[in-house]
């Protein structure tokens, strides 16, 4: 019988601890013959994925007053620091990420947001440290043996959320009460994001085939679905297109790669209609937005009953944080009310990167965060690599997600876009020293 709970449903203890033990057996063989930083990376993954899995005892309080989850990025951060080196990823992992951490520490000085402010501190530094650590391992071990031992850490969600389909274990999701089976994870968000991130460690790996890509891919997208969460469907969109029109132009020779690509453009879109119908009215809301776009400047005294409704009531939110920003003072318009402020005033965080941003850091944080962005996008559109278009569709991907969630409010998110950034640079990197020497890894020194 059907098990549907508004809360996380855990999978019973019986099946729960075996999978536990078992999977702490696995990433031990996972991490053997591996460099320094690829076993940090496998770990640093496969601990989050086991704890999100065990939300009871990841969010209480440790015995020095951390929440078990604050207490390993802290140590994450702290052990990947030591491990880091000397290479010409730093500044350009750093640079982008630096001005942010900035007007952090500013708008912390003008709020006294101190608690909230560390806290984001300490996301955004595990963000760099997973990225340049992403680097290392990929210059020491190889893009593609990385990937596939990262990938494996996968089958716990995976298995869990079969644990949760066999026995009719669902979660009622927030927006109208639909199941979603997520395996015992706390919130249908931050587990379509884990698989999210499975999926892009399989399309991002330079060794796999192309056919293997593909049914990896498949498993990940049925998962999703599986999740119910709509957001990360369109996400899991521009990803898949990405595999596949490099599995496409990858079977041809390279004359016929941009026919081929372009064939493949065309043969992604004529299957676009066919998407209401397998989705229903889920997506239905969208279709509401882009027919009455004035929607969107409205102030959330005139939303009626109906307009709070649509997109689960992210238009509404939105709505309240800009209304509230513009209430500030002219230096909270330029640096905001204090990173995390909203918890305590708002009830649901903003399901908006760049609305929660400009609440809580202003103008000068939304400029530092589009800043990020565009600095590794345009990095990945510059790089000679054949996973170019691969890498501009993931980082179009974690742009939507940003639009109707905030995967930077969740470890999960930070794990997916400090691999797509490490990445990234590496591919950046490896296409510039293509015709140059490459210097020896084993030679750098750590930081």
């Excluded at 000085?109 to 650590?133: C, F, P, R």
């Excluded at 957001?231 to 941009?258: D, E, K």
């Excluded at 939303?303 to 409704?309: E, M, P």
Aim: glycine content about 8%; hydrophobic content about 55%.
């Amino acid at each position: 019988m059907l098990a549907l709970t508004s809360g996380s449903p855990p999978i019973p203890i019986f099946l729960l601890l075996p999978t536990m033990m078992l999977y702490c057996v696995l990433v031990v063989v996972l991490c053997m013959r591996m460099g320094a930083s690829a076993r940090f990376l496998v770990i640093a993954f496969a601990l989050r994925l086991a704890m999100s899995a065990m939300p009871r005892f990841a969010f209480s309080s440790s015995p020095l007053g951390l929440s078990w989850n604050a207490l390993a990025s802290v140590l994450l951060v702290g052990v990947g620091s030591l491990l880091l080196l000397r290479s010409r990823a730093v500044p350009l992992i750093l640079a982008p990420i630096v001005p942010l951490l900035l007007v952090i520490a500013m708008s912390a000085v003008l709020n006294g947001e101190v608690s909230g402010s560390i806290e984001s501190l300490v996301k955004y530094a595990y963000l760099a440290i997973i990225a340049l650590t992403a680097y290392d391992a990929f210059m020491a071990d190889g893009a593609g043996k990385v990937l596939l031992r990262m990938l494996i850490t996968f089958v716990l969600p995976l298995a869990l959320q079969g644990f949760s389909l066999l026995l009719g274990i669902a979660k009622a999701t927030e927006s109208d009460g639909s199941a979603s089976y997520i395996g015992g994870y706390n919130h249908e968000a931050a587990f379509s994001i884990i698989l999210l991130t499975g999926l892009l460690t399989a399309i991002l790996n330079p060794r796999l085939r192309a056919l293997y890509k593909l049914a990896i891919a498949t498993v990940c997208l049925g998962g999703i679905l599986a999740a119910n969460y709509r957001t990360a469907v369109i996400t899991a969109g521009p990803l898949m297109l990405g595999l596949l029109i490099a599995s496409i132009t990858g079977s041809v020779r390279a004359n016929q790669r941009p026919i081929a690509g372009l064939l493949g453009v065309l043969l992604v879109l004529s299957a676009v209609p066919v998407v209401p119908m397998v989705a229903g009215d889920r997506f239905d809301a969208i279709k509401t937005v882009w027919e009455n776009p004035e929607i969107l400047s409205k102030a959330p005294a005139d939303f009626s009953r109906a307009d709070t409704q649509i997109l689960s009531g992210r238009l509404l939110l939105w709505s309240q944080y800009i209304t509230a920003w513009d209430a500030g003072t002219p230096r909270q318009h330029m640096l905001g009310f204090g990173a995390n402020a909203w918890e305590g005033r708002y009830r649901y965080y903003a399901h908006n990167t760049l609305v929660s941003t400009l609440y809580e850091l202003g103008v000068l944080g939304v400029a530092a965060m589009l800043l990020l962005w565009i600095w590794m996008f345009v990095m990945a559109a510059t790089a000679r690599t054949p996973a170019r278009f691969t890498l501009v569709m993931a980082h179009l991907g974690f742009f939507l997600l940003n639009m109707a969630t905030m995967p930077f409010w969740m470890i999960e998110g930070l794990l997916f876009y400090g691999l797509l950034c490490g990445f990234t640079v590496h591919a950046n990197l490896q296409g510039r020293a293509a015709k140059r020497p490459v210097a020896n890894p084993a030679r750098l020194r750590p930081i």
